[in-house]
Protein backbone atom coordinates (compact mmCIF):
# COMPACT_ATOMS: atom_id res chain seq x y z
CA UNK A 1 0.00 0.00 0.00
CA UNK A 2 1.90 2.92 -1.38
CA UNK A 3 1.20 6.34 0.76
CA UNK A 4 1.88 9.73 -0.47
CA UNK A 5 1.90 12.74 1.30
CA UNK A 6 -0.22 15.84 -0.98
CA UNK A 7 -0.41 19.30 -0.53
CA UNK A 8 -3.69 20.85 -2.43
CA UNK A 9 -5.20 23.77 -1.98
CA UNK A 10 -9.18 23.38 -2.58
CA UNK A 11 -10.92 25.97 -3.24
CA UNK A 12 -8.62 28.46 -1.70
CA UNK A 13 -7.72 26.53 1.43
CA UNK A 14 -4.26 24.44 1.42
CA UNK A 15 -4.74 20.99 2.55
CA UNK A 16 -2.20 18.36 3.44
CA UNK A 17 -3.22 14.65 3.62
CA UNK A 18 -1.68 11.14 3.19
CA UNK A 19 -3.38 9.01 0.82
CA UNK A 20 -3.05 5.82 -0.65
CA UNK A 21 -2.17 5.92 -4.64
CA UNK A 22 -4.76 4.29 -5.74
CA UNK A 23 -7.26 7.16 -4.03
CA UNK A 24 -9.63 8.92 -6.73
CA UNK A 25 -9.89 12.20 -6.99
CA UNK A 26 -13.31 12.14 -6.12
CA UNK A 27 -13.14 9.98 -2.96
CA UNK A 28 -10.10 12.30 -1.86
CA UNK A 29 -12.39 15.44 -2.12
CA UNK A 30 -15.91 13.32 -1.16
CA UNK A 31 -14.65 10.77 1.62
CA UNK A 32 -11.22 12.47 3.11
CA UNK A 33 -12.25 15.96 3.19
CA UNK A 34 -16.46 15.55 3.18
CA UNK A 35 -17.07 17.86 -0.07
CA UNK A 36 -19.83 15.79 -1.15
CA UNK A 37 -20.98 18.47 -3.70
CA UNK A 38 -19.09 16.76 -6.59
CA UNK A 39 -20.63 13.72 -7.56
CA UNK A 40 -19.99 10.16 -9.15
CA UNK A 41 -22.55 9.21 -11.69
CA UNK A 42 -21.24 6.20 -13.95
CA UNK A 43 -18.09 5.83 -12.35
CA UNK A 44 -16.47 5.67 -16.01
CA UNK A 45 -15.48 8.65 -17.30
CA UNK A 46 -18.48 9.10 -19.33
CA UNK A 47 -20.93 11.41 -17.23
CA UNK A 48 -19.56 14.52 -15.66
CA UNK A 49 -21.52 14.48 -12.55
CA UNK A 50 -17.64 14.58 -10.63
CA UNK A 51 -16.32 17.59 -13.07
CA UNK A 52 -13.76 19.91 -10.63
CA UNK A 53 -11.45 22.54 -11.78
CA UNK A 54 -8.30 20.98 -11.70
CA UNK A 55 -5.63 24.45 -12.17
CA UNK A 56 -8.76 26.30 -13.79
CA UNK A 57 -9.62 23.36 -16.28
CA UNK A 58 -12.76 21.13 -15.95
CA UNK A 59 -11.30 17.03 -15.39
CA UNK A 60 -13.58 14.28 -14.45
CA UNK A 61 -12.25 13.50 -11.11
CA UNK A 62 -13.16 9.91 -10.81
CA UNK A 63 -10.70 9.59 -13.63
CA UNK A 64 -7.68 11.44 -11.71
CA UNK A 65 -5.72 9.85 -8.80
CA UNK A 66 -5.86 12.27 -5.82
CA UNK A 67 -1.34 12.18 -5.76
CA UNK A 68 -2.03 13.56 -9.42
CA UNK A 69 -3.78 16.66 -7.56
CA UNK A 70 -0.44 17.25 -5.63
CA UNK A 71 0.88 20.76 -5.62
CA UNK A 72 -2.28 21.50 -7.52
CA UNK A 73 -5.28 23.99 -7.41
CA UNK A 74 -8.80 22.34 -7.02
CA UNK A 75 -12.17 23.91 -7.19
CA UNK A 76 -15.20 22.24 -6.84
CA UNK A 77 -19.04 23.25 -6.77
CA UNK A 78 -18.41 24.42 -2.76
CA UNK A 79 -15.88 26.78 -4.31
CA UNK A 80 -18.53 29.00 -6.40
CA UNK A 81 -20.61 30.81 -3.67
CA UNK A 82 -19.43 33.25 -1.62
CA UNK A 83 -19.82 34.95 1.18
CA UNK A 84 -23.33 32.81 1.04
CA UNK A 85 -24.35 34.50 -2.17
CA UNK A 86 -24.60 32.09 -4.86
CA UNK A 87 -22.42 32.35 -7.69
CA UNK A 88 -23.92 33.65 -11.17
CA UNK A 89 -23.66 30.68 -12.77
CA UNK A 90 -25.90 28.85 -9.78
CA UNK A 91 -28.40 31.76 -9.30
CA UNK A 92 -28.10 31.04 -13.87
CA UNK A 93 -29.40 27.63 -12.80
CA UNK A 94 -31.56 28.84 -10.40
CA UNK A 95 -33.45 31.53 -12.34
CA UNK A 96 -34.28 29.51 -15.13
CA UNK A 97 -34.71 25.61 -13.85
CA UNK A 98 -31.52 24.39 -15.11
CA UNK A 99 -31.87 21.01 -13.79
CA UNK A 100 -34.68 18.36 -12.74
CA UNK A 101 -32.91 15.78 -9.86
CA UNK A 102 -29.98 18.04 -9.54
CA UNK A 103 -27.77 15.02 -9.84
CA UNK A 104 -25.52 16.45 -12.68
CA UNK A 105 -25.90 19.96 -11.78
CA UNK A 106 -22.66 20.35 -9.95
CA UNK A 107 -20.65 18.70 -12.58
CA UNK A 108 -22.74 21.16 -15.27
CA UNK A 109 -22.17 24.03 -13.84
CA UNK A 110 -18.11 23.35 -12.72
CA UNK A 111 -17.65 22.87 -16.72
CA UNK A 112 -20.05 25.96 -17.70
CA UNK A 113 -17.84 28.13 -15.10
CA UNK A 114 -14.53 27.05 -16.90
CA UNK A 115 -16.51 27.51 -20.18
CA UNK A 116 -17.43 31.47 -19.31
CA UNK A 117 -13.81 32.14 -18.11
CA UNK A 118 -12.81 31.10 -21.73
CA UNK A 119 -15.65 32.50 -23.74
CA UNK A 120 -17.51 35.12 -21.70
CA UNK A 121 -20.33 35.54 -24.93
CA UNK A 122 -21.01 32.02 -25.64
CA UNK A 123 -23.24 30.60 -28.45
CA UNK A 124 -25.90 28.25 -27.59
CA UNK A 125 -23.80 25.99 -29.80
CA UNK A 126 -20.80 26.51 -27.96
CA UNK A 127 -22.49 26.12 -24.64
CA UNK A 128 -24.02 22.73 -26.26
CA UNK A 129 -20.71 21.76 -26.94
CA UNK A 130 -18.92 22.89 -23.76
CA UNK A 131 -21.25 21.04 -21.62
CA UNK A 132 -21.42 17.62 -24.16
CA UNK A 133 -19.15 15.40 -21.47
CA UNK A 134 -21.99 16.11 -18.67
CA UNK A 135 -24.75 14.11 -19.37
CA UNK A 136 -28.44 14.95 -18.01
CA UNK A 137 -30.90 12.13 -18.07
CA UNK A 138 -33.88 15.16 -16.85
CA UNK A 139 -34.22 18.03 -18.27
CA UNK A 140 -33.60 17.35 -22.15
CA UNK A 141 -30.19 20.43 -21.77
CA UNK A 142 -32.91 23.27 -22.81
CA UNK A 143 -32.92 25.19 -19.41
CA UNK A 144 -29.27 24.14 -18.77
CA UNK A 145 -28.16 26.15 -21.79
CA UNK A 146 -30.88 28.99 -20.53
CA UNK A 147 -29.13 28.86 -17.35
CA UNK A 148 -25.38 29.32 -19.23
CA UNK A 149 -26.78 32.15 -20.92
CA UNK A 150 -28.12 33.24 -17.66
CA UNK A 151 -24.75 33.62 -15.95
CA UNK A 152 -23.18 34.76 -19.16
CA UNK A 153 -25.61 38.29 -19.07
CA UNK A 154 -24.38 38.64 -15.39
CA UNK A 155 -21.13 37.93 -15.52
CA UNK A 156 -20.38 40.96 -17.74
CA UNK B 1 -15.27 1.71 -8.78
CA UNK B 2 -11.83 1.41 -7.35
CA UNK B 3 -8.20 0.04 -8.96
CA UNK B 4 -6.44 -2.55 -7.42
CA UNK B 5 -3.60 -1.29 -5.35
CA UNK B 6 -0.39 0.00 -7.28
CA UNK B 7 2.56 1.99 -6.04
CA UNK B 8 2.76 5.58 -8.17
CA UNK B 9 5.93 7.13 -9.17
CA UNK B 10 6.00 10.57 -10.33
CA UNK B 11 9.63 11.21 -11.98
CA UNK B 12 10.63 14.68 -12.53
CA UNK B 13 12.40 13.48 -16.15
CA UNK B 14 12.78 11.10 -18.87
CA UNK B 15 15.77 9.35 -17.68
CA UNK B 16 14.36 8.70 -13.98
CA UNK B 17 11.31 7.49 -15.50
CA UNK B 18 13.15 5.22 -18.00
CA UNK B 19 15.20 3.61 -15.09
CA UNK B 20 11.48 3.22 -12.97
CA UNK B 21 10.61 0.83 -16.48
CA UNK B 22 13.53 -0.57 -16.56
CA UNK B 23 13.33 -1.61 -12.92
CA UNK B 24 9.69 -2.96 -13.00
CA UNK B 25 9.69 -4.29 -16.44
CA UNK B 26 6.36 -5.92 -17.04
CA UNK B 27 4.65 -4.98 -13.75
CA UNK B 28 4.57 -1.45 -14.69
CA UNK B 29 2.51 1.17 -16.89
CA UNK B 30 3.30 4.56 -18.63
CA UNK B 31 0.51 7.25 -17.14
CA UNK B 32 0.19 10.09 -19.38
CA UNK B 33 -3.24 11.38 -19.36
CA UNK B 34 -4.75 8.28 -17.67
CA UNK B 35 -8.07 8.89 -19.69
CA UNK B 36 -8.19 5.49 -21.27
CA UNK B 37 -5.36 3.93 -18.42
CA UNK B 38 -7.15 4.84 -15.31
CA UNK B 39 -10.59 3.19 -16.41
CA UNK B 40 -9.06 0.13 -17.53
CA UNK B 41 -7.96 0.02 -13.53
CA UNK B 42 -10.85 1.06 -12.31
CA UNK B 43 -12.66 -1.84 -14.08
CA UNK B 44 -9.83 -4.07 -13.36
CA UNK B 45 -9.89 -5.06 -16.78
CA UNK B 46 -6.11 -3.95 -16.73
CA UNK B 47 -3.42 -4.76 -14.22
CA UNK B 48 -0.07 -2.70 -13.05
CA UNK B 49 1.49 -3.04 -10.28
CA UNK B 50 3.35 0.43 -10.65
CA UNK B 51 2.16 3.36 -12.19
CA UNK B 52 4.91 5.76 -14.03
CA UNK B 53 3.38 9.02 -14.35
CA UNK B 54 5.12 10.94 -17.35
CA UNK B 55 2.83 13.67 -16.62
CA UNK B 56 5.47 15.78 -14.43
CA UNK B 57 8.25 15.57 -16.80
CA UNK B 58 8.88 19.22 -18.25
CA UNK B 59 8.87 19.80 -21.91
CA UNK B 60 6.79 16.96 -23.09
CA UNK B 61 4.15 19.53 -24.33
CA UNK B 62 3.90 21.13 -27.28
CA UNK B 63 2.79 21.61 -31.01
CA UNK B 64 5.48 23.25 -33.36
CA UNK B 65 6.85 23.11 -36.73
CA UNK B 66 10.28 22.68 -37.32
CA UNK B 67 12.84 21.10 -39.56
CA UNK B 68 10.17 20.24 -42.32
CA UNK B 69 7.78 18.40 -39.57
CA UNK B 70 4.97 19.10 -37.31
CA UNK B 71 6.14 17.94 -33.63
CA UNK B 72 3.49 17.20 -31.06
CA UNK B 73 5.00 16.40 -27.55
CA UNK B 74 4.01 13.40 -26.61
CA UNK B 75 1.79 14.72 -23.40
CA UNK B 76 0.25 17.70 -25.56
CA UNK B 77 -3.60 17.63 -24.09
CA UNK B 78 -6.05 16.96 -26.74
CA UNK B 79 -7.59 20.11 -25.41
CA UNK B 80 -4.15 21.90 -26.52
CA UNK B 81 -4.92 20.67 -30.24
CA UNK B 82 -8.07 21.89 -30.16
CA UNK B 83 -7.17 25.55 -29.23
CA UNK B 84 -4.20 25.34 -31.52
CA UNK B 85 -4.20 28.04 -33.97
CA UNK B 86 -1.42 25.96 -36.17
CA UNK B 87 -3.38 22.79 -35.82
CA UNK B 88 -6.98 24.69 -36.89
CA UNK B 89 -5.34 26.48 -40.02
CA UNK B 90 -2.87 23.86 -41.40
CA UNK B 91 -3.41 20.81 -39.84
CA UNK B 92 -7.55 20.75 -40.40
CA UNK B 93 -7.39 16.76 -40.13
CA UNK B 94 -5.80 16.63 -36.27
CA UNK B 95 -8.64 19.41 -35.38
CA UNK B 96 -11.95 17.11 -37.16
CA UNK B 97 -9.80 14.44 -35.05
CA UNK B 98 -9.61 16.01 -32.15
CA UNK B 99 -13.14 16.91 -32.15
CA UNK B 100 -14.59 13.78 -32.01
CA UNK B 101 -12.69 11.96 -29.32
CA UNK B 102 -14.48 11.49 -26.01
CA UNK B 103 -15.92 14.77 -24.46
CA UNK B 104 -14.50 18.50 -23.89
CA UNK B 105 -13.86 17.55 -20.23
CA UNK B 106 -11.87 14.30 -20.61
CA UNK B 107 -9.83 16.35 -23.71
CA UNK B 108 -8.88 18.60 -20.31
CA UNK B 109 -6.43 15.52 -19.68
CA UNK B 110 -6.32 12.86 -22.74
CA UNK B 111 -3.06 13.33 -24.12
CA UNK B 112 -2.19 12.85 -28.03
CA UNK B 113 0.18 10.46 -26.76
CA UNK B 114 -1.25 8.23 -24.16
CA UNK B 115 -4.04 7.84 -27.28
CA UNK B 116 -1.53 6.23 -29.69
CA UNK B 117 0.67 4.52 -27.13
CA UNK B 118 -2.91 2.29 -25.87
CA UNK B 119 -2.79 0.71 -28.77
CA UNK B 120 -6.67 0.50 -29.26
CA UNK B 121 -8.06 0.35 -32.49
CA UNK B 122 -10.95 2.55 -31.79
CA UNK B 123 -8.98 5.07 -30.53
CA UNK B 124 -9.06 8.14 -33.11
CA UNK B 125 -5.40 9.26 -33.56
CA UNK B 126 -4.00 6.28 -35.04
CA UNK B 127 -6.38 6.34 -38.78
CA UNK B 128 -5.47 9.97 -38.76
CA UNK B 129 -1.52 9.28 -38.21
CA UNK B 130 -1.36 6.45 -40.53
CA UNK B 131 -3.14 8.83 -43.34
CA UNK B 132 -0.49 11.42 -42.82
CA UNK B 133 2.62 8.93 -42.63
CA UNK B 134 3.54 10.18 -38.99
CA UNK B 135 6.59 8.97 -37.17
CA UNK B 136 6.71 8.30 -33.55
CA UNK B 137 9.64 8.82 -31.39
CA UNK B 138 10.24 6.99 -28.42
CA UNK B 139 13.24 7.28 -25.57
CA UNK B 140 14.53 4.07 -24.06
CA UNK B 141 17.36 2.81 -21.98
CA UNK B 142 19.41 2.58 -25.16
CA UNK B 143 18.41 6.25 -26.34
CA UNK B 144 16.15 7.14 -28.97
CA UNK B 145 14.59 5.76 -31.94
CA UNK B 146 12.10 6.93 -35.00
CA UNK B 147 9.66 4.05 -35.39
CA UNK B 148 7.24 4.43 -38.82
CA UNK B 149 3.59 4.51 -38.26
CA UNK B 150 3.05 1.84 -40.52
CA UNK B 151 5.11 -0.44 -37.70
CA UNK B 152 4.04 0.85 -34.62
CA UNK B 153 0.80 -0.98 -33.99
CA UNK B 154 1.01 -4.96 -33.77
CA UNK B 155 -1.58 -6.33 -31.93
CA UNK B 156 -4.61 -5.08 -30.29
CA UNK B 157 -3.61 -3.27 -27.31
CA UNK B 158 0.08 -3.93 -28.50
CA UNK B 159 2.56 -1.40 -30.01
CA UNK B 160 5.91 -1.60 -31.04
CA UNK B 161 7.28 0.06 -27.92
CA UNK B 162 9.02 -1.82 -25.89
CA UNK B 163 8.05 -1.75 -21.87
CA UNK B 164 11.44 0.32 -20.74
CA UNK B 165 10.52 2.74 -23.59
CA UNK B 166 8.03 6.29 -23.92
CA UNK B 167 6.74 7.60 -26.70
CA UNK B 168 8.23 11.67 -26.45
CA UNK B 169 7.04 12.91 -29.71
CA UNK B 170 4.55 12.56 -32.88
CA UNK B 171 6.04 14.32 -36.33
CA UNK B 172 4.22 14.65 -39.08
CA UNK B 173 5.09 15.46 -42.44
CA UNK B 174 4.26 19.20 -43.11
CA UNK B 175 2.11 18.59 -46.12
CA UNK B 176 3.59 20.26 -49.62
CA UNK B 177 0.88 22.59 -51.43
CA UNK B 178 -2.04 21.46 -52.50
CA UNK B 179 -3.00 19.00 -49.44
CA UNK B 180 -5.75 18.40 -47.43
CA UNK B 181 -6.64 15.74 -45.25
CA UNK B 182 -10.16 15.05 -43.13
CA UNK B 183 -11.46 12.67 -40.34
CA UNK B 184 -14.80 12.03 -40.68
CA UNK B 185 -16.35 9.88 -37.72
CA UNK B 186 -19.78 8.05 -37.22
CA UNK B 187 -20.65 7.88 -33.64
CA UNK B 188 -23.58 7.27 -31.33
CA UNK B 189 -23.30 9.92 -29.02
CA UNK B 190 -20.37 12.60 -28.07
CA UNK B 191 -18.07 10.14 -26.40
CA UNK B 192 -18.59 7.32 -27.80
CA UNK B 193 -16.09 4.67 -30.11
CA UNK B 194 -16.16 4.82 -33.76
CA UNK B 195 -18.79 2.87 -35.42
CA UNK B 196 -16.87 3.15 -38.42
CA UNK B 197 -14.71 6.34 -39.10
CA UNK B 198 -12.20 7.10 -41.57
CA UNK B 199 -9.05 9.36 -42.12
CA UNK B 200 -7.71 10.71 -45.76
CA UNK B 201 -5.21 12.85 -46.56
CA UNK B 202 -4.38 13.75 -50.49
CA UNK B 203 -1.60 15.87 -51.85
CA UNK B 204 -2.78 16.97 -55.62
CA UNK B 205 -0.23 17.71 -58.64
CA UNK B 206 -0.22 21.05 -60.77
CA UNK B 207 -2.47 19.05 -63.18
CA UNK B 208 -4.89 18.39 -60.35
CA UNK B 209 -4.44 14.80 -60.16
CA UNK B 210 -3.59 13.30 -57.00
CA UNK B 211 -0.39 12.30 -56.32
CA UNK B 212 0.07 10.80 -52.75
CA UNK B 213 -2.99 9.79 -51.01
CA UNK B 214 -3.44 8.17 -47.56
CA UNK B 215 -6.08 6.61 -45.78
CA UNK B 216 -6.71 4.80 -42.18
CA UNK B 217 -9.52 3.53 -40.12
CA UNK B 218 -10.96 3.08 -37.27
CA UNK B 219 -12.26 0.18 -35.28
CA UNK B 220 -11.64 -2.14 -38.52
CA UNK B 221 -9.75 -5.20 -36.99
CA UNK B 222 -7.53 -5.70 -34.49
CA UNK B 223 -5.30 -2.80 -35.36
CA UNK B 224 -5.57 0.65 -37.15
CA UNK B 225 -6.02 -0.34 -40.89
CA UNK B 226 -4.13 1.68 -43.37
CA UNK B 227 -6.02 1.72 -46.92
CA UNK B 228 -3.10 0.59 -48.74
CA UNK B 229 -5.32 -0.40 -51.93
CA UNK B 230 -7.33 2.16 -51.85
CA UNK B 231 -4.56 4.24 -51.71
CA UNK B 232 -2.61 3.02 -54.74
CA UNK B 233 -5.72 3.15 -56.95
CA UNK B 234 -5.89 6.81 -56.08
CA UNK B 235 -2.21 7.69 -57.42
CA UNK B 236 -2.73 9.63 -60.62
CA UNK B 237 -6.45 10.01 -60.55
CA UNK B 238 -8.79 12.55 -60.91
CA UNK B 239 -10.20 13.41 -57.41
CA UNK B 240 -13.71 13.09 -58.23
CA UNK B 241 -16.46 11.27 -57.37
CA UNK B 242 -16.08 8.54 -59.06
CA UNK B 243 -12.88 7.57 -58.43
CA UNK B 244 -13.83 8.17 -54.40
CA UNK B 245 -16.30 5.60 -54.53
CA UNK B 246 -13.97 3.31 -55.84
CA UNK B 247 -11.30 4.13 -53.45
CA UNK B 248 -13.85 3.97 -50.38
CA UNK B 249 -15.14 0.86 -51.56
CA UNK B 250 -11.54 -0.67 -51.68
CA UNK B 251 -11.19 0.87 -48.09
CA UNK B 252 -14.01 -0.68 -46.86
CA UNK B 253 -13.27 -4.20 -48.45
CA UNK B 254 -10.32 -4.72 -46.64
CA UNK B 255 -11.77 -3.96 -42.92
CA UNK B 256 -12.31 -6.87 -40.97
CA UNK B 257 -14.63 -4.91 -38.11
CA UNK B 258 -15.75 -7.07 -35.16
CA UNK B 259 -20.00 -7.63 -34.38
CA UNK B 260 -21.12 -5.50 -31.73
CA UNK B 261 -23.75 -3.37 -29.76
CA UNK B 262 -22.86 -0.46 -32.20
CA UNK B 263 -23.82 -3.13 -35.57
CA UNK B 264 -23.16 -6.26 -37.75
CA UNK B 265 -19.75 -6.60 -39.53
CA UNK B 266 -21.91 -5.93 -42.51
CA UNK B 267 -22.87 -2.81 -41.27
CA UNK B 268 -19.81 -1.27 -40.01
CA UNK B 269 -17.77 -2.47 -43.33
CA UNK B 270 -20.79 -0.59 -45.31
CA UNK B 271 -19.98 2.35 -42.74
CA UNK B 272 -16.23 2.48 -43.02
CA UNK B 273 -16.82 2.78 -47.09
CA UNK B 274 -19.33 5.83 -46.39
CA UNK B 275 -16.67 7.41 -43.86
CA UNK B 276 -13.98 6.71 -46.30
CA UNK B 277 -15.81 8.38 -49.14
CA UNK B 278 -16.79 10.90 -47.11
CA UNK B 279 -13.12 11.75 -45.47
CA UNK B 280 -12.14 11.78 -49.43
CA UNK B 281 -14.39 14.14 -50.52
CA UNK B 282 -13.71 16.59 -47.39
CA UNK B 283 -9.78 16.37 -47.88
CA UNK B 284 -10.11 16.65 -51.72
CA UNK B 285 -12.08 20.06 -51.41
CA UNK B 286 -9.46 21.41 -48.52
CA UNK B 287 -6.83 20.20 -50.69
CA UNK B 288 -8.56 22.66 -53.42
CA UNK B 289 -9.59 19.97 -56.09
CA UNK B 290 -13.18 19.80 -56.12
Redesign the interface.
Known sequence: ??Q?TIHVTINGTAHEATV???L?LV?FLRDVLGLTGTHIGC????C?AC?VL?DG????S????A??A?RKQVKTVEGLAENGNLHPIQQGFWEEHGLQCGFCTPGMMM?SYALLQRNPNPSEAEIR??I???LCRCTGYVNIVKAVQHAAANLK | ????????H?PGSLEDAIALLEQHGDEAKVLSG??SL??L???RLGWATQ?V?I?RIPGLEYIKEEDGYLKIGGNTRE?ALERSDLIRTKYPILLDTTLVI?????R??ATVGGNLAHGDPANDHPATMLALGAELVAVGPKGQRTIPITEFFKGLFETALAPSEILTEIRVPSPPPRSGGAYRKLERK??DYATAAAAAQLTLGKNGKIEVAGIGLTNAGPVPLKGTEAEKFLVGKAPDEKTFAEAARLAARAASPTADWRGSVEYKREMARVMTGRALAAAAQRAGGM
Open positions: MAHESRLHDTTHGTLEPVKCTVLVQDTQASGN | MIPAAFDYAGQLPLKLLDGAADPVVNRVG
